[in-house]
């Protein structure tokens, strides 16, 4: 990953220009067509609004015909409204352009990256940083300036009717004096250096701002966060998040303050050079009337060209400046999704179904190491068809980082983990993940309806109604040109989904709802969204796990918020329900894994203890010690819920 200075020099403004207009083919050459006269009308009508007073003033002398001066008023009246009418459809056309531009080559763009890199990438604060400045470059702006996508076809297309304009007013200017034109080119190239100063000293200390910004969202986002708005108020940490948001508001404030300073300071330049032009170019006019060789006319279409010539100018430097910080900020974009971290190949439809078994998993002496610490070193391990494996011991023995690999999470530095024989690292996503299931510690309910969180996917009527909503969409096209596979193998069926509801108890719950299927879950997205209680949840889950129907089963202490005996009760009723499938059980709670057929106890990346529970209780090991420390625990427990406490 390049630094911020190496980004901005590897993608250059021009670069990042030519690939934001070789995206616009994508939707259609017409939009080329759309922007060309966008950009030829926004030239014409100000040059059409200079001649048009001189034109009358000439007339005026010339003592024309009342008659024959309002037709020429209500000609040019009549050319400026359809070429402003011209300009209005074509800019809106442009408009709906960036605007799809942005949805689907810009954002799509960054989220695929994002599902596609590997997980020990995504968890490195760096990296975590450098997504949220991408995702900042392609905001809309501030309210004031656009910004991202939206901005660079705005202000490319102004940098080039300005710089037509200027070539067009300065040819006037020269039939005026040269001494005049190099008077107004000299403050147009310094008042250009001063801002290209301060925006260069904005791209090389923004850093800082990014780091304060990042820290900001975290805080604020915690602060409103639902799940934990119990622990703020019963631990009274309301006034911390007030401290700690007006510190970070604070030093943004000073961070930001530095470089709107420079800013400033360049804009005051600007000013000062453009009041001296005009000053130097009005008395130079009016000493040219008053001497006669100059009339009236004449003295009113270049006070309209010099008063055009310094619009043009300020035009162009606002343009160039906020070019310069847009391709700047969107050299970092294309930094972050230039490379696709993902080794198991591209997605596609590569009709690859949920395969029947599993004969053998094998980790065969693989290395693995986590910023910087060795996980797991020459880690050997083989599960075969139909075994229930739990892994136990203590936090940060590898337990979880070990099913993480095998699900091709993280990528190994050596060795190879066999799946029927094939290294996974050799074969394509749609091809593995059909074989795996898994349950991960920290469920995550998504705020759709309960039919989509057991099944991840559409149904077809469901797809019918998007591609007919967006069959007339730009953003829609744009999608389905750059996307074909939006949809592919994401569909489920409802009685497939009812039924594994069913096998997990949970079908009544469902069914007395008003909703029933459609039911939406959480209240992000839907008001009327319900809340399921812990056991709820994981029958959910469980549901999700009987769907799919996968032949490796994983369980990484889904129930840890539960009780030991209800964990333990819900354990084996997964155990019964995946017989047949290769089954790998996770656990703290030593009692809860006592069905599986071999028990693995792992302490700093190494087995430990290997067999079954009676078996490693007749040594009395590690994991003998362990479960009797919990037992007394455990007892406790058992006798509360028998007498029903």
């Not at 020099?9 to 966008?38: C, M, N, P, Q, T």
């Not at 343009?319 to 080794?343: C, H, P, Q, T, W």
């Amino acid at each position: 990953m390049r630094t911020r200075e190496e980004a901005g020099k590897h993608y250059s403004l021009l670069k990042i220009l030519r690939f934001a207009y070789e995206d616009i083919g994508i939707l259609g050459f017409r939009y080329y067509i759309y922007f060309v006269v966008d950009i030829v009308i926004r030239i014409l009508v100000p040059f059409l609004l200079v001649l048009a007073p001189a034109a009358i003033v000439q007339l005026l002398e010339a003592n024309a015909e009342l008659s024959e001066l309002i037709r020429y008023i209500l000609l040019w009246l009549g050319l400026i409204l359809i070429a402003n009418l011209i300009r209005t459809f074509a800019g809106k056309q442009v408009q709906n352009m960036a605007d799809a531009s942005s949805a689907f080559r810009y954002w799509n763009r960054i989220n695929q990256k994002a599902l596609s890199s590997e997980l020990k990438d995504l968890e490195n604060k760096e990296i975590q940083k450098r997504m949220h400045e991408a995702r900042y470059s392609l905001s809309d702006g501030d309210g004031f300036h656009f910004a991202g996508p939206k901005g660079l076809f705005y202000y490319s297309s102004m940098f080039v009717v300005s710089v037509c304009g200027l070539v067009l007013y300065t040819v006037m200017a020269v039939r005026v004096h040269l001494i005049l034109l190099g008077i107004l080119l000299l403050t147009s190239v310094l008042t250009c250096f001063f801002n290209s100063k301060a925006t260069t000293y904005e791209f090389k200390n923004i850093g800082k701002f990014w780091d304060n910004n990042r820290v900001f969202w975290y805080l604020k986002g915690e602060s409103i966060n639902h799940e934990k708005s119990k622990d703020v108020r019963v631990y009274r940490m309301h006034d911390w998040f007030k401290r700690q948001l007006n510190q970070n508001t604070e030093q943004a404030t000073e961070i930001y303050g530095d470089v709107k300073q420079k800013k400033m300071f360049a804009d005051m330049g600007g000013v000062f050079l453009s009041f001296g032009r005009d000053i130097f170019a009005y008395l130079y006019l009016i000493f040219q009337m008053r001497n006669g060789t100059m009339t009236v006319a004449e003295f009113v279409l270049y006070i309209g060209v010099i008063i055009g010539f310094g619009n043009w100018v300020m035009q162009i430097v606002e343009s160039f400046m906020l070019l310069r910080k847009i391709g700047n900020e969107l050299a970092v974009f294309y930094d972050f999704v230039e490379d696709s971290d993902d080794f198991f190949g591209e997605q596609g439809d590569n009709g690859y179904a949920v395969p029947k078994s599993c004969r053998e998993i094998i980790f065969e002496d693989i290395c693995f190491s986590y910023e910087g610490k060795k996980v797991f070193e020459h880690f050997n391990l083989t599960i075969r068809e139909g075994e229930k494996l739990a892994l136990v011991g203590i936090n940060g023995a590898g337990k979880t980082t070990l099913m993480k690999l095998l699900c091709g999470l993280y990528p190994l530095e050596e060795g190879r983990i066999l799946v029927d024989g094939t290294d996974i690292h050799t074969m394509e996503k749609e091809q593995y993940y059909p074989y795996i299931s898994i349950l991960f510690q920290d469920v995550r309910i998504l705020p759709f309806s309960i039919a989509k969180n057991v099944a991840c996917g559409w149904n077809e009527s469901e797809i019918q109604e998007f591609e007919k909503l967006h069959s007339h969409s730009l953003v829609g096209a744009g999608f389905k040109r750059v996307d074909q596979t939006m949809h592919i193998n994401h569909t489920y069926e409802e009685e497939k989904v009812r039924e594994a509801l069913k096998r997990a108890n949970l079908w009544e719950k469902i069914k007395s709802l008003p909703k029933g299927l459609d039911t939406s879950l959480t209240k992000v997205l839907d008001a009327e969204g319900i809340l399921l209680s812990g056991g709820e949840t994981q029958r959910l889950m469980l549901a999700r796990a009987l769907y799919k129907d996968a032949p490796i089963l994983i369980l990484d202490e889904p129930t840890a918020a539960l009780d030991p005996i209800a964990e333990s009760e819900l354990y084996e009723e997964y155990s019964e329900l995946c017989a047949k499938k290769i089954s790998v059980f996770i656990s703290h709670r030593l009692s809860s894994t006592r069905f599986c057929d071999r028990i693995l106890f792992l302490e700093n990346g190494n087995i430990e203890e290997e067999g079954t529970h009676e078996e490693l209780m007749s040594r009395q090991g590690k994991y003998a010690k362990m479960y009797q420390i919990q037992a007394h625990y455990y007892q406790q427990e058992v006798q509360k819920h028998e007498a029903g406490i």
